[in-house]
């Protein structure tokens, strides 16, 4: 089959949201409900969403990463960046897909408070990504 499934009701505008927008929204809301509860301890920190990490050639962890945590220094924000592609990889259904973006965003936000990760969010299972 060729040509869109669902006509669009505004011309040039698609009628359904991309895998890409879905997860962002669904990674934003997230956010947003922990920045919300750690924001007067978190200070600066910018969030963002990227396809895939860039492994360099010589990579011998054996696996790829979920996310990246960068440390503020000076001026810049710290960073948390979480890779799209691999974490849908791991993932069989939207259930999945919130649990793995919640237990990670709660372990880099964990990471970056220096606590543990059932104290950011109760919602927090303690299972492996």
């Avoid at 360099?56 to 054996?62: I, N, Q, S, Y």
């Avoid at 000076?74 to 919640?102: K, Y």
């Amino acid at each position: 089959m060729r040509g869109p499934a669902v006509v669009p009701a505004t011309p040039g505008v698609p009628e359904l949201r991309t895998a890409r927008e879905r997860f962002d929204d669904l990674a934003l809301g997230i956010v947003t409900e922990i920045e919300e509860r750690w924001q007067d301890r978190l200070g600066l920190v910018e969030y963002a969403v990227e396809d895939a990490p860039q492994i360099p050639d010589d990579w011998t962890a054996g696996t790829v990463p979920l996310s990246s945590l960068v440390r503020g220094t000076g001026g810049n924000p710290t960073r948390i960046v979480l890779f799209r592609r691999p974490i849908e990889h791991r993932c069989e259904s939207r259930t999945d897909l919130e649990a793995m973006v919640l237990t990670i965003v709660v372990e880099q936000v964990a990471e970056l408070l220096g606590i543990d990760a059932d104290q950011v969010d109760p919602r927090y299972d303690g299972g492996d990504p």
